[in-house]
């Protein structure tokens, strides 16, 4: 890939690929700013410059965040006439002219020129304006939306900051302010959740430097740390999940209800249960067969193969008609929030004392297969995951639940 303009600093650039042909292919790069990751040693701490006039100082790993756009537009690589040389100007032109009107409306979006002066004092506005930016997925902008909410969380509960849950101005947010924050996000969130909030937070904090908005670096070594062997969520039992099954009431929701048990026997996520259809199901093989939305088009170990049980399929059921196979298979009629609700419901009135989400359902999953003597790879293979280190963290449950079953013994004098 080369550069078509190196001499201004534009954004996007107009870029082209050589293709085999003779011909270039013409693109935008869009350039979104950088991200600033720890560098982290083997005990989980931040690594330090041994020497230097960094000397003492931690280690950042920087990555430049770009994104191309293709144009649909070729020019010949070495044009050999009149004819082509002419085309050449001629696509150029169009695609500088392209460029240009991109380039305004990044810079309204983004940066903002229209809303510049708006910006450079309220940072929650800056932030907004990252959850609504749509060069991100839809994805990326749903989690800095929740970084965002919880951030507003932690102002509304901390009595020195709640006077600016309105506007919060930039210079106020100080390494005090940040490390209280990290606080707060450990507090609220679980799993991943605490450094994933934290790390878009960081995100905008980078890109407000990038554009000039912010000086100084408030979150310069203040990490979260992750501690990728430990499982924070709950788990159900067997013998829980069980009595969840057996537990009805007047006012229950059983699509939710059936819908959990399955995800509680094949450890899918709610953004694949909600997309599943009849077509997913090979009856006469028994299997179950989907691409994974979270890696789907990343990663090769996005497509999942589920063996069907014969309580799977009776969860499953058979479609209205034979031939529907684009028929939905679990009709939940609310969204993952209030489904959550009615799960707990379900959960407190059959007697159990846990905190369940639905994501829940896909850890119990992990922890009972490995419990009932499956092998680390296959369940690796049910869960999706693209190597064993992942669903390693569930072992460690495991040998806990095992400790606790020795202990539940007791002491015996000899």
Sequence with gaps: MTKVDRKTKQNPKLVQSKLKDGRASLALEYY?????????????????????????????????????????????????????????????????????????????????????????SDFLKYFRQHCDNELYTKAVRSTF?????????????????????????????????????????????????????????????????EDGIMKKNPCKGIIIHRDTNTLKKEILTLAEIKKLAATRYETEDTAVQRAFLFCCFTGMRWCDLVRLTYGNIDYSARLLRFNQKKTEGRSAHSGVTIPLSATLLR???????PDAGSETI????????????????????????????WHCARHSFAVNVLGGGANIKTVASLMGHSSIKMTEKYLHVIDRQKQEAINSLGDLEF
């Design 32 to 120: 979104l700013g950088r991200s600033e990751t720890p560098v982290l040693d083997e005990n989980g701490k931040p690594e330090l410059y041994p020497s230097g006039a960094m000397r003492g100082k931690p280690k950042y790993k920087i990555k430049h965040l770009r994104k191309r756009e293709a144009l649909n537009l070729y020019i010949f690589s070495t044009p050999r006439n009149r004819q082509e040389r002419a085309r050449n100007k001629a696509t150029l032109e169009l695609a500088e002219k392209i460029r240009f009107e991109r380039e305004q409306e990044f810079l309204e979006n983004r940066e903002g020129y229209r809303f510049r002066k708006e910006t450079e």
């Design 145 to 209: 939306r929740t970084a965002y909410h919880r951030l507003l969380g932690f102002l509304k509960s901390t009595p020195r900051y709640q006077a600016h849950t309105s506007v919060l101005r930039m210079e106020l947010i100080t390494p005090e302010m940040v490390t209280g924050l990290t606080n707060y996000l450990k507090k609220v969130g679980k799993g991943e959740g605490a450094h994933k909030s934290y790390y878009m937070f960081r995100t905008v904090i980078l890109h407000a430097i």
């Design 315 to 321: 969860l499953i059921g058979k479609p209205s008609t």
């Design 330 to 357: 679990f009709k939940i009629t609310c969204d993952k929030s209030t489904a959550n609700d009615r799960l707990q419901k379900w959960v407190k009135i059959a007697g159990i004392n846990k905190k369940i989400t």
